[in-house]
């Protein structure tokens, strides 16, 4: 019920979890994940790994009965496998629940990338498109041919991550294992091979079909309690029967030490994104002037980006080791998730007659937000073509502010020459 849940919570106006294709933005629980932030997504991928490794390591296919959710839909739709084997008008009731089933359970997996509501607006208008149709009937398809026939098959035969257990597993790993020390108990009644989902026989030892779901126990444990024996026949343990265990092996320590790193790696570069991303060049088409009454001017091109989900307000400033720069604009307003590209004049006074390349600290401060980008002015030597306009360049528009210009999801404020 959570996974099909999930995607209808909203946290500040966004699904929980959900990776939107058209942004190229991953939402989840309020955080937004931009695509060239994707290395937080790799970091806590890793952590997730080494920490199914450690937990495979010590306690065997625990996975495979109790949290996949291969498992847990052929639980759910274990009704409908009985009904089908009775045949008849429940053999097509059945068929019909399964792809039910699997149309629901298809759609759920699309609604991780589209919205719900868009999802359901185009089924209604049957205009859900190629792509999200197409991958809606393509997994459904698979999905009821998983459930109606495959089931269990595939987790005895087919499942990479089954494999990739049985390979980790070690003599001390926890297993469901049938105690063969207490031989003379089993009456052999064969309670545990009729109710094994995957028709494996636990008495003949650890089979790597085996997916740990525990029914053999279940349909053990109440005919030892009505012969008045011992329970734990066929019980979770440590390595074989009657064998200590041993948590603290090599293996199991390497594998903590991969897990605790990968985490403190997700936490670092979680921490240490930022909710502007600033980008500076100098103008290509401006070149660099000097005005009689010796300013230094320089263009510069400055794409900004609001990653965050507050608007902010950008304070720019400018400091070279010597003099002063005045920038116009100083301040820019951007919207939550805007990415805006501004013309910058950068007019430096007091450099005298210094020529050349001069590293200036660029300076963009918002709310909660500070960085700094190192950038270059470039100051013409005395005599190169001047300008006697107290402005080569304007911004048009009232006062300070330029002129927006919409072009794709980018918003443009530019500055013109003057007539």
């Known amino acids: ?92 009731a059945a068929h019909a629940g ?17 919205p719900p509501a868009e999802f359901f607006r185009g089924v209604a208008a049957f205009s859900l498109g190629p792509v999200v149709g197409g991958s809606w009937f393509v997994l459904g398809a698979v999905l009821y041919l998983d459930l109606a026939g495959w089931r269990h098959g595939f987790c005895a035969t087919t499942c990479p991550y089954a494999k990739l257990q049985g390979a980790l597993l070690d003599r001390h790993s926890m297993v469901i294992a049938y105690d063969a020390r207490r031989s003379e108990d089993c009456i052999s009644c064969r309670a545990c091979v009729r109710v094994c989902p ?104 400055l794409a900004l980006e609001n990653r965050g989900r507050e608007p902010l307000d950008v304070k720019l400033a400018l400091r070279p080791p010597e003099g002063d720069v005045l920038l116009r604009p100083d301040r820019v307003a951007l919207a939550p998730g805007e990415h805006r590209r501004v013309r910058v004049l950068a007019v430096a006074r007091g450099l005298g007659n210094t020529t050349g390349t001069i590293p200036g600290e660029l300076s963009v401060e918002a709310p909660g937000v500070s960085t700094t980008r190192i950038v270059s002015l470039v100051s013409p030597a005395p005599g190169r073509p001047r300008v006697s306009s107290p402005s080569p360049w304007k911004l048009r528009g009232e006062g300070e502010e330029a002129r927006r210009t919409s072009e794709g999801d980018e918003t443009r404020r530019t500055l013109e020459p003057a007539p």
Not at 2 to 23: H, K, M, Q, Y
Not at 98 to 114: D, E, K, M, P
Not at 271 to 295: I, N, Y
Request: hydrophobic share 55%; proline share 3%.
């Open 1 to 92: 019920m959570v996974v099909l849940g999930l995607p209808f919570v909203t946290i500040r106006g966004e699904s929980a979890l959900r990776f939107d294709v058209r942004t190229l933005r991953l939402h989840a629980f309020g955080a937004a994940v931009w695509i060239d932030d994707l290395f937080v997504v790799l970091a806590a991928s890793l952590f997730v790994a080494f920490a199914f490794l450690l937990a495979t390591l010590l306690f065997g296919r625990l996975w495979c009965g109790w949290g996949c959710p291969q498992t847990a839909l052929l639980d759910l739709t274990g009704r409908l496998r009985r009904a089908a084997a009775k045949g008849g008008w429940r053999l097509a």
């Open 98 to 114: 399964f792809a039910a089933a699997s149309a629901l359970v298809s759609a759920n997996l699309l609604w991780y990338f589209v």
């Open 198 to 301: 995957v028709g494996i026989d636990i008495r003949d030892g650890l089979q790597a079909a085996c997916t740990s779901c525990g029914e053999c126990i279940d349909a053990c444990a109440p005919i030892m309690a009505k012969l008045g024996r011992r329970p734990r026949l066929v019980a979770y343990f440590f390595g074989e029967a009657g064998t200590s265990s041993r948590p603290l092996r090599a293996g199991v320590l390497a594998l903590a030490v991969l897990t605790a790193g990968s985490l403190a790696l997700t936490v670092a570069v979680a921490a240490d994104r930022s909710a502007l991303e600033v980008t500076v060049t100098a103008s290509a088409d401006f070149a660099p002037r000097r005005t009689p009454a010796g300013e230094v001017w320089n263009g510069f091109t």
